[in-house]
């Protein structure tokens, strides 16, 4: 059973063919970063105006590179949230526009949902519980999966209080001059410094499992503040480290309180080096399986999309043609 699905949530333009919720057939992913990098973040009205040039081009691209006919697919799915409304309305109308004049089912994902099936795509089957930790650009969710393969829920064991983990590094990098995304360039500016050279705080370190990311941002600024003169690889290896450790201590001991069989990471963030590193390593230490997608899963692409909307669809049936985008979509929590 093949899935095209489409993924237009920022500022990428993605369409995948995905075989089975696992086998990736072909994942195309049109990146707008040089588009938008001149601005120092997305701008949401041009992203909505690139992503209907490109979607026609990404969504033939995926299917030709997949050898794949409309006579092939079984549904056709696309991100109805969360996320810019405006991009999330080019991919939601084409993929409607597809599924009607194809005669497929339409099915709506949720864009979270997405990142949560990304690791298993590349990984064994699943093996619940699994602790998840989502750090993306807009959210910071430890999430435990259980239940059964055919009947997974979710249980939200903690989220941020203010920033995502993603969203601080965007911030800390534009403030440092080291440019958009924030998350790559704080990761190559942090590769001379030295993580121990600055103590900077981790928010609600003995809390429950929540995050909190806005006072280290501050403190960020502080120190440059104090100090202009700063060497600046230093202040990112510190802040990539209170961020990694503060994600990596928390996901450890709700791991350990569920008695998770797996860690698995998702999101953009999650293609951070330090964190992978960091929670492979723990995993190995506490004898748990560490799902760790790779890079091009961890960031935004369809394939994920396809995955789950094969899974929705044996759950839940098709979504109807008129649902509507949300750019606030929660998950549902058990
Ligand atoms: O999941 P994603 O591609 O889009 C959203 O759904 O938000 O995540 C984008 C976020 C951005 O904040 C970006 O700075 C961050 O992921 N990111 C990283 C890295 N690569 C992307 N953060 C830290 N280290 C990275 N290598
Ligand atoms: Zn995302």
């Known amino acids: 059973m093949k899935v095209l699905a489409i993924e237009t949530s920022c500022d990428e333009t ?3 063919v ?3 919720g696992r086998h990736v057939l072909s994942s195309v992913v049109s990146s707008q970063t040089d588009i938008h990098s001149a601005f120092g973040g997305v701008v949401p009205e041009i992203a909505s105006r690139a992503h209907l040039e490109l979607i026609g081009p990404v ?10 006919g409309p006579q092939d697919l079984a549904a056709v799915a696309a991100t109805v949230g969360p996320g810019l409304v405006g991009s999330l ?5 084409a993929a ?3 599924a009607w004049s194809w005669g ?4 709506g994902v949720n864009h979270m949902e997405g990142h949560l099936h990304a690791a298993f795509l590349e990984g064994p089957a699943l093996s619940l519980p699994t602790v998840v930790l989502l750090v993306s650009g807009g959210h910071t969710m430890l999430i435990c999966m259980e239940g059964s393969a055919g009947q997974v829920e979710y249980r939200l064991l903690g989220q941020t209080i203010d920033d995502a983990a993603g969203e601080a590094f965007d911030k800390v990098a534009r403030f440092l001059g080291l440019g958009y995304p924030g998350g790559p360039a704080i990761e190559r500016a942090a590769r001379e410094g030295d993580p121990r050279a600055i103590a900077f705080p981790r928010g609600l370190a003995t809390g429950g499992y929540d995050f909190s990311f806005s006072g280290l941002k501050t403190s960020v600024v502080r120190y440059m503040k104090a100090g202009p003169g700063a060497e600046l690889a230093d202040v990112a290896a510190s802040f990539q480290e209170a961020v990694v450790d503060v994600l990596a201590t928390k996901t450890r001991k709700a791991a350990a309180e569920v008695q998770a069989k797996a860690i698995c990471i998702g999101g953009g963030v999650a293609a951070n080096t330090s964190l992978r590193e960091r929670v492979k390593q723990m995993c190995e230490d506490d004898g748990r399986t560490a799902f760790i997608p790779s890079r091009a899963m961890c960031t935004d692409n369809a394939a994920m999309i396809g995955a789950t909307a094969w899974y929705r669809l044996r759950q839940y049936g098709p979504t109807p043609l008129d649902v509507a985008v949300d750019p606030n979509l929660a998950l549902d929590f058990v």
């Open 14 to 16: 993605a369409a995948a």
């Open 96 to 98: 409607k526009a597809y």
């Open 18 to 20: 995905v075989e089975d």
């Open 59 to 68: 969504v033939s691209e995926a299917m030709a590179r997949a050898g794949t």
């Open 89 to 93: 309305i080019v991919g939601v109308s």
């Open 104 to 107: 497929l089912p339409f099915v």
